[in-house]
């Protein structure tokens, strides 16, 4: 059994006085015990109040990305060790907008899992294939080379402690997300490739997907087999919208 999981990506939106109305909107209507673990990833500023403001209650702090090198000069660039000090658990790594705006490939991706790794944090691995990826038939091929890419580098004995996001690109952000279908095809072979280099961490792998949900969609995406919860972007800045999708699990 695995224990869903829905984190929250707020990219670059939010100031104090917004995060902290959403965080106390989010904790008065958390369950005490939810079923799926929950999480927020704020902007790198906003990491040490939020984090605080968490404390005691059962939302976990992540990041959403991290540099790949430990320490030194790397001018404007945030350490996974910094982002343990500040009290995150997990870190996003290898998102589509860092891909595609930010110019990071799959080798700097696989740095920086293995740099998360490196700390005893938890890095969201995430994935995904453009339309015109999609369109060409390239689906499988292309999560194959990003997971590969990472799977090199850092070893199958490292996704004991990771999460894995399927997000088509298409999806993200434009209200038009994957259908169940295509999100549990995608899944399954995303668990199939960890499963050819280690079956026991494959069957407790945790895969989210990841682009456009909502509270009206959550619910039957979740229920597929192997969707274990969701990577949220827009709908997690709004306290109900979140919470809703958060009651939206399945447990697989
Ligand atoms: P979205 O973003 O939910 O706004 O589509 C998802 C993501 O980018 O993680």
Redesign the pocket.
Known sequence: MRRPFVAG?WKMHGSRVENAELIEALLLGVPGQPTAEIAVCPAFVHLWEVGRQLKASNVLLGAQSVCAEPVGAFTGEISAAMLKDVGCRYVIVG?S?RRALYKEDDALVARKFLAVHGQGLIPILCVGETLDERERGLTTQVVSRQLGAVLDLAGVAAFEAAVVAY?PVW????GKNATPAQAQDVHAHIRSVVDSRDAKNAARLRILY????KASNAHEIFAMPDVDGG?????SLKADEFLKICAAVHVH
């Open positions: 990506n998102h907008e997000e999806a993200i952000g434009t990841g682009g456009s949900v990577l949220v972007g827009g709908a």
